[in-house]
């Protein structure tokens, strides 16, 4: 497929997991694509801005260095996000402030930046990254779980806000996938196998999620052939928020 050839791409977290995956999925279609992150990225081919999503200077100077060497931008995927585990006991104020600044805030820093060239493009769309965790009540994951299911409000008003823009604005909700991020959560437990074979069993489908799979979601809903697509929570799950088969 070449349905982003002539279009430009930011993918925020694009150095790991999902993001990384993205980058490569809008590449193979045609698009050219630089990376937001705060981290290193090992695929030296992809222009990269290191910036934290929680500093607005920092990501605003990353998407205008983008925005400027490209000539412009088309479609902005507000994927980097950190996690944070336990009930709503678990974590003190600063933590909450922390992780909802850059799941949430960091999503409207990026997307206020980035605006004023999405509007100058007649293919522009944004993909922000949700979970299932947003709409499903899954245990020990009470404030990724709120900053999570801001993401899902956020993407419905920014849809409308933006319609008379002509820029389309959508999200993915993965379920438990096949990334780093994932690796250290297990690898973090008393007992990793058992902790990998019980979010194996969480998911009807058997295994996670790849990270290749929601790249070609996330692409699916950036396209410009998704020209009706806005205001639409795609979740890609292996089943987990639908399906009862145990
Ligand atoms: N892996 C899963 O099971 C899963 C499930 C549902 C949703 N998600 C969401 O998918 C997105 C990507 O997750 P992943 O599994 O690929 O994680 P990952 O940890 O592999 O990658 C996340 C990337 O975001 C970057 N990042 C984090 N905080 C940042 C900040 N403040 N500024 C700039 N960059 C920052 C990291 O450096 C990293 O490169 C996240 O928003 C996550 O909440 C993941």
């Not at 980058?23 to 705060?38: H, K, M, P, S, Y």
């Not at 297990?186 to 290749?212: F, H, K, M, T």
Request: charged share 20%; net charge negative.
């Amino acid at each position: 497929m070449s349905d982003f050839e002539g279009l430009t791409a930011i993918v925020t977290g694009g150095a790991s997991g999902i993001g990384a995956a993205t980058v490569a999925e809008l590449q193979r279609r045609g698009a050219r694509v630089a990376i937001i992150d705060r981290a290193a990225s090992t695929d030296a081919e992809t222009p990269m801005v290191r910036a934290d999503l929680g500093s607005a200077d920092e990501v605003q100077a990353a998407v205008e260095q983008i925005a400027r060497d490209f000539g412009g931008i088309d479609v902005l995927i507000n994927n980097a996000g950190i996690g944070a585990a336990g009930d709503v006991t678990a974590n003190d104020d600063a933590e909450w402030h922390r992780v909802l600044d850059i799941n949430v805030v960091g999503t409207a820093r990026v997307t206020r930046a980035a605006l004023p060239w999405l509007r100058r493009s007649s293919a522009s769309s944004i993909v922000n990254t949700a979970s299932v965790t947003a709409t499903n009540g899954l245990p020990n994951r009470a404030l990724y779980s709120a900053s999570k299911g801001a993401v899902i409000a956020m993407t419905y008003a920014m849809a409308a806000d933006h319609l008379a823009d002509g820029i389309r604005v959508n999200a993915i909700a993965p379920g438990t996938a096949d990334t780093p991020w994932v690796k250290r959560i297990v690898d973090s437990a008393d007992d990793a196998e058992v902790a990998a074979e019980n979010l194996r069993r969480r998911q009807p489908l058997g295994r996670l999620v790849s990270a290749a799979e929601l790249a070609f979601a996330i692409a699916n809903l950036a396209s410009p052939l998704a020209g009706s697509t806005t205001g639409t929570v795609l979740t890609v799950d292996g089943g987990l928020s639908t399906l009862r088969v145990g």
